[in-house]
């Protein structure tokens, strides 16, 4: 079954809530806004807000809770599906042991790090079990390990890969501290003594290395930065926890954000626009005026963008004007990955039951349905003969492009192969998302490549005019988790309240200082190291001299 989009009808009710809701808010600053006033009304005129929240994924709802508990309620949040939760998204899935279909999470899945006992706790976690989300700890030891003529135990590898990590962490935070030069996750691992190539099983290394790293952030090591991909691991698994808890709630994961947001969204609250898919963003230094695909608008004093990195980057929303320079190079210096979990059912669980993980290492290609999850498991969903495997990267975008059946068999031989003596039965249910071609998301979640700096990153997060940005993305500390989109949530409010308050907040300035409140930093120009004058034959610049006079030569 190919990945279902939400629905978006404009629907009727939240229409005619939103006209409500114009007539209340009588009291708009109109010197705020912005000037085209006169064409708008002939088309029906906008919704006025103080601040326009645009997605409701962890980071909109966040933000808005965030204003609200400041005493900001005027604020409208605009998205594309017909529910809040964004990449907390799950689906029905074949059945479950009662003939129910089984909800399975297509997105956010597992509760990273999470903290406590002596360490700060996972604000994520401390939701989780405010709303009572089942979830089960994941079990990394539970594993076999299996290659094409099937199992055979190569798991002394993720010993010595996890020694060399911890080698290459160190080394990381030593680079950040002296601001040395930034490395390709992959250089700081060689350095560390951890080659795949030189290792006596190297297609073995390679499932290892592609479990824990991949696995992890949805690209390759070569395409990482090993200062600040090494940092983000640190942050989650060494000041919050190592633990990893598996979220199995057949709500769905996404209840916790529903939940914060029922404590200040009442039902059918015209704040929030479901189902409304924004096409245009005017902005300047005086407001920011929101268009949908079904013609609604919206004129805010200030507008907070959360849609993904993976929907900057598609150019599907557009500008006015254009987004300067620096912003745009912000946007296309980070990566956004894909990670993709394919489901399947079997009529019964053939595969050992007191396992959670089974690790294959193909004998040609590097992440080649590498890592088999077991949801047949006490904890997870016991007697749903329910299996996963994961892919990431060129390997998902490879899967996208294929038909469903093409993909079943591909993967159907691999288990065949791991499990020489099982007549693998034909899955009664099989179906993954394609995250790469999703219109809200275009992808799963953002990682940090080498070779690029803080400030640039800065960039990616800092305001343009009155035009915000927010999410997962935008995080440093926490990229590509949860905690990294609530926690940007939580300061992007807090500015926001800030500006619309007319003041600092108080809990804030006491906290962070200045560098809490207010519009953000940004960097209009990043340099590089090298100063014109240094490329020269000391630096083996060797044609200088003559590449000069032939494009002067050129240009006349
Ligand atoms: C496959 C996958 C696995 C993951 N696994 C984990 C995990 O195990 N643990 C973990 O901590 N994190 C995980 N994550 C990451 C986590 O889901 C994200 O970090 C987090 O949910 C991002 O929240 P956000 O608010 O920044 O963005 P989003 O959730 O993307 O919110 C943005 C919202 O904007 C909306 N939108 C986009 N375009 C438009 C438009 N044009 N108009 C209106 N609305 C629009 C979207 O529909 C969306 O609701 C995973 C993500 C994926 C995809
Ligand atoms: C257009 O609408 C705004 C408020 O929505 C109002 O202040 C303004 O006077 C209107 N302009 C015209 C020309 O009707
Ligand atoms: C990792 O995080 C811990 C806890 O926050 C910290 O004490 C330690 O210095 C960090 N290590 C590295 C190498 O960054
Ligand atoms: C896979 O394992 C079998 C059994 O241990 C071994 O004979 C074979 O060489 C392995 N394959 C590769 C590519 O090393
Ligand atoms: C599952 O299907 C296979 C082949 O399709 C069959 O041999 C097996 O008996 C079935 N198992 C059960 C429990 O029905």
């Known amino acids: 079954m190919r990945f279902v989009q939400?629905?978006?009808?404009?629907?009727?009710?939240?229409?005619?809530?939103?006209?409500?809701?114009?007539?209340?808010?009588?009291?708009?600053?109109?010197?705020?806004?912005?000037?085209?006033?006169?064409?708008?009304?002939?088309?029906?005129?906008?919704?006025?807000?103080?601040?326009?929240?645009?997605?409701?994924?962890?980071?909109?709802?966040?933000?808005a809770r965030t204003l609200t508990d400041a005493n900001v309620d005027d604020f409208i949040i605009v998205e594309y599906k017909d529910e809040i939760g964004g990449r907390v998204h799950h689906e029905d899935f074949?059945?479950?042991?009662?003939?129910?279909?089984?909800?399975?999470?297509?997105?956010?899945?597992?509760?990273?790090?999470?903290?406590?006992?002596g360490n700060p706790e996972n604000p994520i976690w401390t939701l989780e079990k405010k709303w009572k989300i089942k979830n089960t700890p994941s079990d990394f030891e539970a594993i076999l390990t299996y290659n094409e003529s099937g199992e055979v135990d190569f798991t002394s590898e993720i010993e010595a890969f996890e020694d060399a990590v911890e080698i290459l962490t160190a080394d990381a935070e030593e680079l950040r501290v002296?601001?040395?030069?930034?490395?390709?996750?992959?250089?700081?691992?060689?350095?560390?003594?951890?080659?795949?190539?030189?290792?006596?099983?190297?297609?073995?290394?390679?499932?290892?290395?592609?479990?824990?790293?991949?696995?992890?952030?949805?690209?390759?090591?070569?395409?990482?930065?090993?200062v600040f991909n090494a940092a983000v691991s640190n942050f989650t698994f060494e000041q919050f926890s190592a633990e990893n808890n598996f979220v199995v709630d057949q709500r769905g994961h996404n209840t916790?954000?529903?939940?914060?947001?029922?404590?200040?969204?009442?039902?059918?609250?015209?704040?929030?626009?479901?189902?409304?898919?924004?096409?245009?963003?005017?902005?300047?230094?005086k407001g920011v005026k929101v268009t949908n695909k079904d013609g609604s608008c919206i004129e805010a004093d200030y507008a907070v963008v959360t849609f993904s990195l993976g929907v900057l980057q598609q150019d599907v929303v557009s500008f006015e004007p254009l987004l300067p320079e620096w912003k745009n190079v912000a946007i296309e210096a980070f990566l956004m990955g894909t990670y993709t979990k394919m489901f399947f059912q079997f009529n019964e669980t053939w595969w050992p039951k007191d396992k959670e993980f089974f690790l294959y290492a193909d004998p040609?290609?590097?992440g080649w349905y590498p890592i088999w999850q077991s949801l047949d498991k006490e904890g997870f969903f016991p007697d749903s003969h329910a299996i996963f495997v994961t892919v990431t990267g060129r390997e998902s975008r490879r899967v996208e492009r294929m038909a469903d059946a093409e993909v079943q068999e591909e993967a159907l031989e691999v288990l065949r192969a791991m499990?020489?003596?099982?007549?693998?039965?034909?899955?009664?249910?099989?179906?993954?998302?394609?995250w790469g071609t999703t219109p809200w998301a275009y992808g799963s979640f953002s990682c940090w490549p080498a070779g690029t700096t803080l400030e640039q990153h800065q960039n990616l997060r800092?305001?343009?005019?009155?035009?915000?940005?927010?999410?997962?993305?935008?995080?440093?500390?926490?990229?590509?988790?949860?905690?990294?989109?609530?926690?940007?949530?939580?300061?992007?409010?807090?500015?926001?309240?800030?500006?619309?308050?007319?003041?600092?907040?108080?809990?804030?300035?006491?906290?962070?200082?200045?560098?809490?409140?207010?519009?953000?930093?940004?960097?209009?120009?990043?340099?590089?190291?090298?100063?014109?004058?240094?490329?020269?034959?000391?630096?083996?610049?060797?044609?200088?001299?003559?590449?000069?006079?032939?494009?002067?030569?050129?240009?006349?």
Request: aromatic share 8%; hydrophobic share 35%.
């Open 256 to 285: 916790w954000i529903k939940g914060e947001a029922s404590e200040f969204l009442k039902k059918d609250d015209p704040r929030l626009m479901l189902s409304t898919i924004v096409d245009k963003i005017a902005y300047s230094d």
């Open 178 to 226: 002296d601001n040395i030069q930034d490395r390709t996750f992959r250089q700081g691992l060689s350095l560390a003594g951890w080659n795949p190539g030189r290792r006596k099983y190297p297609q073995a290394a390679d499932a290892v290395e592609w479990w824990l790293y991949d696995g992890e952030q949805a690209y390759t090591p070569d395409e990482s930065s090993m």
């Open 6 to 63: 939400g629905s978006h009808t404009p629907n009727l009710a939240s229409t005619v809530a939103a006209v409500a809701l114009a007539q209340l808010i009588s009291a708009v600053d109109a010197s705020t806004k912005l000037e085209d006033q006169t064409s708008q009304n002939e088309s029906g005129s906008c919704k006025q807000t103080k601040v326009a929240i645009l997605g409701a994924g962890i980071t909109g709802i966040i933000t």
């Open 94 to 117: 074949g059945r479950d042991k009662d003939g129910e279909p089984l909800l399975v999470e297509y997105g956010a899945n597992w509760i990273q790090g999470l903290g406590g006992n």
């Open 364 to 366: 040609i290609q590097r």
């Open 419 to 434: 499990f020489p003596d099982v007549d693998v039965p034909v899955p009664t249910g099989f179906q993954y998302p394609r």
């Open 462 to 556: 800092a305001n343009v005019d009155r035009l915000w940005f927010a999410g997962e993305h935008t995080s440093a500390s926490f990229f590509g988790y949860m905690q990294g989109a609530y926690l940007e949530g939580v300061d992007v409010g807090n500015r926001l309240a800030g500006l619309v308050n007319g003041e600092c907040l108080k809990a804030v300035a006491e906290k962070h200082g200045e560098g809490g409140c207010d519009e953000m930093t940004r960097y209009e120009v990043l340099h590089g190291t090298t100063e014109e004058d240094e490329y020269n034959i000391e630096n083996g610049w060797n044609n200088l001299e003559l590449e000069t006079e032939r494009i002067k030569g050129n240009a006349k």
